[in-house]
């Protein structure tokens, strides 16, 4: 069983569309990071949530900490093709060294 | 470079054959990851090194794979008699501390293909 499980595993959208990415989990965790993977490349940190019902905003991408830490989202407002890529949460579960992945959301924006 | 590399970018390999892959995590990093990515699938945890030592191995798949690291930099991820299924990017990363919440570089992987 996947302890992270992300929602929907593959979108395609056309430019100038808004969407959510979500991400849960039966367990809680310490904190909650998304990453963004382009091909050929390995994954790089967008954010990092560790308060319960925390909001982070980056530019256009919105990022929640559910409140009881199980689950999180990302939401893009008026995707651009330059947000093509895989998107993937990650976390520590308590008193574990593993940073779990998701499977991830692979995201096409059409121009 | 300032960011995690790995070595080689590309392997192809015969079935039964041993592999070795390198990765030089960041200078003064202290906690050290190797994952498996296979093509679709997100990242699966595979060894965790915090210094030279690991104490969290429960990713290995199998006896077959083993990794060590030294000085507490240069980590390498061995895997005897390779088989087809082994096929996949590894991925490397490295991180200033174990801590929830702490950034994990990662370096671009290499690629191993066993035909």
């Known amino acids: 069983t996947q302890l992270l499980e992300q929602s929907p595993q593959f979108l395609s959208i056309q430019e100038g569309e808004n969407l959510t990415v979500y991400c849960n989990s039966s367990?809680?965790?310490?904190?909650l990071q998304w990453y963004r993977q382009e091909p050929g490349e390995g994954p790089v940190l967008l954010v990092t949530?560790?308060?319960?019902?925390e909001v982070k905003k980056l530019k256009r991408l919105t990022f929640q900490f559910g409140d009881a830490r199980k689950d999180s989202s990302l939401h893009i407002t008026a995707a651009q093709p330059g947000d093509t890529g895989l998107y993937l949460c990650?976390?520590?579960?308590?008193?574990?060294?593993?940073?779990?992945f998701g499977k991830g959301t692979k995201l096409s924006v059409i121009p | 470079g300032a960011g995690v590399s790995q070595s080689p970018s590309n392997k192809v390999t015969e079935k039964g054959k041993d592999v070795e892959l390198r990765c030089d995590p960041i200078s003064g990093h202290t906690a050290l990851y190797w994952y498996r990515q296979s093509l679709g699938q997100g990242l699966e945890f595979l060894i965790y090194f915090q210094g030279n030592s690991a104490p969290d191995k429960s990713g290995l798949p199998s006896d077959r794979f083993s990794a060590e690291r030294t000085g507490g930099s240069v980590s390498t991820l061995t895997i005897q008699r390779t088989q087809q299924e082994d096929s996949a990017v590894y991925l490397c990363?490295?991180?200033?501390?174990?801590?929830?919440?702490?950034?994990?570089?990662f370096g671009q992987g290499t690629r191993l293909t066993v035909v």
């Open positions: 990363a490295s991180s200033p501390q174990n801590r929830a919440g702490t950034e994990a570089f």
């Open positions: 367990s809680v965790f310490s904190s």
């Open positions: 949530v560790v308060t319960g019902g």
């Open positions: 990650a976390g520590f579960r308590a008193g574990s060294y593993q940073l779990t």
